[in-house]
């Protein structure tokens, strides 16, 4: 049970992934709740977690839940996919502060875009296997038609920093031509890693598809999430590297570069954590 009075206002909110994806949400955080402070942990060393079992997984999310909680967060938002499918369900059983994921709010977003109801999906094997969103959107529309696709190679190529490049765009071509045969008109990016290399993905499905990124409903669920609970940061926006904590398995220089590149507010440090001790 989550004792509302334990929760500090100015803790701050504790994101994580498997590695870089969950910046993408980090992103959209920052940019329409700004004055609350983020406590990020990318499992560089243990990435990709798509391709791993369910006991893997919850077993890793376990570790960093655990971690997360001994740095005091307010609030967990699971800026993975993979991990929101597999593991989501028995975790929030588990935490002592309030909990979201990414697929719930990429469901309500995707049920809003679609015009004819054909709704692709893209992410990684587990996410896919699960049928999470398939699940969710007939819930909305039983009617819907919801065409997963498992792209296993695009975390891969982003972890490795190959955004806008030829092997990305003809890897994408492969992935996506089947779901532009099937008439979709609605694409989730359902892996948060896949909004970093969205413009290959667009030029690839055309206009003609509107993509959906859970990150921008995720915070705003999260804003929602803060207010239920009364725990909304008073302090004011203010921008620079001190205000936000990354913190990583692996590769902690790598992991900066790679960040500073999407985040774009100031230079950031990160730094390595044994995991395993949690
Ligand atoms: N970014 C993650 C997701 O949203 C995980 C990708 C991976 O580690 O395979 O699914």
Redesign the pocket.
């Known amino acids: 049970m989550i004792k509302y009075e334990d929760l500090d206002p100015e803790a701050p909110i504790g994101v994580f992934?498997?590695?870089v994806?969950?910046l993408t949400v980090v992103r959209e955080i920052i940019r329409q709740i700004p004055n609350e402070s983020l406590l990020y942990f990318g499992d560089t060393a243990r990435?990709?977690?798509?391709?791993k079992s369910k006991d893997t997984v919850l077993r890793y999310t376990r570790q960093i839940v655990r971690f997360l909680e001994s740095q005091k967060v307010k609030a967990i938002v699971v800026a993975?996919?993979?991990v929101s499918a597999v593991a989501l369900d028995e975790i929030e059983k588990e935490v002592n502060v309030p909990i979201i994921g990414?697929v719930k709010p990429g469901v309500k977003a995707a049920s809003q875009a679609t015009r004819n109801g054909k709704i692709g999906v893209i992410?990684?094997k587990a996410?896919i296997e699960s049928n999470i969103y398939a699940t969710y959107l007939k819930k909305i529309d039983p009617n819907a038609e919801v065409l997963g696709k498992a792209c296993p190679l695009f975390?891969p190529l982003v972890e490795n920093g190959l955004l806008e490049d030829p092997v990305t765009d003809e890897i994408a071509a492969r992935y996506l031509s089947e779901l532009m045969d099937r008439g979709i008109d609605t694409l989730v990016l359902g892996?948060?890693?896949y909004p970093l290399i969205r413009s290959t993905i667009a030029r690839t499905v055309g206009e003609g598809v509107t993509l959906v990124n859970p990150a921008y409903e995720t915070a705003l669920e999260l804003k929602a999430l803060l207010s239920q609970y009364g725990i909304e940061s008073k302090e004011r926006p203010r921008l620079g590297s001190n205000k936000h904590r990354f913190y990583v398995s692996d590769d902690a220089q790598g992991f900066e570069v790679f960040a500073n590149s999407v985040l774009k507010y100031g230079i950031l440090s990160a730094q390595v954590i044994n995991i395993e001790n949690y």
């Open positions: 992934d498997s590695g994806g969950g990435v990709p977690y798509g391709t993975c996919n993979t990414v992410a990684t996410t975390v892996c948060t890693h």
